[in-house]
């Protein structure tokens, strides 16, 4: 089945303590992106990666990193996460992949809840 | 800043009604078209994509584009109490991977 998935699903930590959220597509994907969901705020885009090794900023990148050294996974790294991270954050993936299908239509994984304290 | 605007509701319609939902977007070069559904909680899932002017049908959603007038709205037929959720309008500015997302609008469908 093609799909997107993330790691942990839920999470609750507590300020300055590293963690890293995974993320990993089966559709060989070019394209990944990670977003966070705020009540009133939509999708904000934080960092895409157009293929291996190959990482850009988005719209709302402080505090975060990431990196691509596998087609397959896009983990997001908060090094010393702050309560304003706490959001709902989605990975998405598109691109071309193994059917041919459309680069621009983007695929969401389930999403993880993070909460800082 | 590629603006991407939606109401964002809510938008209550009772049960067999048609939902009208409108998504303006800024970037006159913008290239395809998506309506995204997410109940609350959940990730945004794909219902519609539409690339050219006029309508495009996909059982009881309708996609309508309008690039001169730099809008895309969504019909929903015989709405469902289960069609209750955010419709997330989406715009690919370019030929590429990037979409633009709209913030959203929420749907009621009352029994």
């Known amino acids: 089945e093609a799909q997107v998935t993330q790691n942990p699903r839920y999470l609750i930590t507590v300020t300055g303590k590293k963690l890293t959220v995974t993320c990993s597509q089966n559709m060989n994907h070019e394209y990944m992106s990670w977003y966070r969901q705020d009540p009133g705020l939509g999708l904000r885009q934080i960092y895409y990666?157009?293929?291996?090794?190959?990482?850009d900023k988005g719209d709302v990148p402080e505090g975060y990193k990431v990196s691509r050294k596998e087609k397959r996974n896009f983990p997001l790294i908060l090094e010393s996460p702050s309560p304003n991270q706490t959001s709902l954050y989605f990975c998405?993936?598109?691109?071309?992949?193994?059917?041919?299908?459309?680069?621009?239509?983007?695929?969401f994984g389930p999403g993880t809840r993070l909460t800082v304290l | 800043q590629k603006e991407v605007e939606q109401n964002s509701g809510p938008l209550s319609v009772p049960e067999g009604a048609i939902a009208s939902l409108n998504c303006t977007y800024s970037?006159?070069?913008?290239?395809?078209f998506f309506w995204y559904r997410q109940y609350s909680g959940k990730s945004p899932e794909l219902i519609m994509f539409i690339y050219s002017n006029g309508d495009k049908e996909d059982g009881r959603f309708t996609a309508q584009l309008n690039k001169a007038s730099q809008y895309v709205s969504l019909l929903i037929r015989d709405s469902q109490p289960s069609d209750s959720a955010t419709y997330l309008c989406a715009v690919n500015p370019a030929s590429g991977y990037a979409l633009n997302f709209g913030k959203g609008t929420s749907l009621l469908v009352t029994p």
């Open positions: 990666s157009m293929n291996v090794e190959v990482t």
């Open positions: 970037d006159r070069g913008s290239q395809s």
């Open positions: 998405a993936s598109s691109g071309s992949g193994t059917s041919g299908g459309r680069t621009d239509t983007q695929y």
